[in-house]
């Protein structure tokens, strides 16, 4: 999505885990929402993920590798990199793997902690699980749409989950790798959960937000995370590191959709901070 102005910097944003980064269009492209007004935007879906190609690791430095491929093949130098959720994640270990290439790392709701004892995380888990075990081949559009129905309680994963289906060909499939994402699930440290300490830290600019609420990053014990692995988010609460709405729903994860009346702090935070 280019820039309201011209020779303007670039910003690579992740989606979560399972959704496509695409959903993320109508949130930079809201006419309050100044973030295009400092930088273009590239909407891009990890490895398993949308259009991406399919492999079976999720290993952090070969997803870095994969976007720092992207950079070079579509001619970005330098750039902003960020995220939500398992989005986040992926961001800071990329550009801490590759300091030469990123200005900044912003997370949304997600970053640099280990998700797998959180109750969210283990719901997603079964999530994933319920999906893989559906016998596709064997269902039709309403089928496996009434499945996910039963099998997914959150309205917002399930929405995402049906999203992931493809009708278009002769049998249904997953668009996404859901059976690497399901084995990835099932390792003792699996990488869409774990953060490692080897991944290292991140001395450069960075903005964390997360929701007043969340299930995913809890404000009493899950900030020490980001101080070990951001030096400059250390004395910067409320700042460059802060709480965004206050309403105790499990959609508050989904920042830039949930509470709808705090969508447009939350683009101004993000664009106050990647124009200084």
């Not at 590759?98 to 200005?103: A, I, Q, V």
């Not at 640099?112 to 596709?136: C, M, Q, T, W």
């Not at 859901?178 to 991944?199: C, F, G, R």
Request: glycine share 8%.
């Amino acid at each position: 999505m280019k820039a309201r102005g011209a020779d303007l910097p670039t910003m690579i944003w992740l989606g979560d885990i399972v959704e496509d980064a695409n959903n993320f269009k109508q949130f930079f492209e809201r006419q309050d929402n100044k973030v295009r007004d400092v930088r273009n935007v590239w909407l891009l879906n990890i490895r398993n993920q949308g259009q991406s190609d399919h492999h079976d690791s999720y290993d952090m430095e070969e997803m870095g590798d994969d976007i720092v491929r992207f950079m070079d093949d579509n001619k970005i130098t330098m750039a902003t990199i960020g995220g939500h959720g398992f989005g986040a994640k992926v961001a800071t270990a990329t550009a801490i793997n590759n300091m030469n290439r990123f200005t900044g790392v912003m997370c949304l709701d997600g970053g640099p902690v280990d998700h797998r004892y959180h109750e969210a995380y283990l719901e997603l888990k079964e999530y994933i699980s319920f999906a893989r075990g559906l016998n596709l081949p064997g269902l039709d559009s309403a089928g496996a749409l009434k499945a996910l129905e039963k099998g997914i309680a959150c309205p917002k994963w399930r929405a995402i989950f049906k999203q992931n289906l493809d009708t278009e060909k002769g049998s249904l499939a997953w668009k996404n790798n859901m059976e690497a994402l399901w084995k990835n699930t099932q390792k003792h440290m699996p990488d869409v959960a774990i953060w490692s300490q080897s991944y290292g830290l991140w001395p450069g600019n960075a903005l964390a937000l997360f929701a007043a609420h969340s299930r995913w990053i809890h404000l009493s014990t899950n900030t020490l995370p980001f101080y070990n692995t951001f030096p400059r988010l250390q004395g910067q609460f409320p700042g460059d590191i802060n709480v965004h709405g206050d309403s105790p729903s499990p959609l508050n994860h989904w920042m830039h959709e949930h509470p709808a009346e705090d969508v447009k702090s939350l683009s101004n935070n993000m664009a106050r901070w990647l124009r200084w």
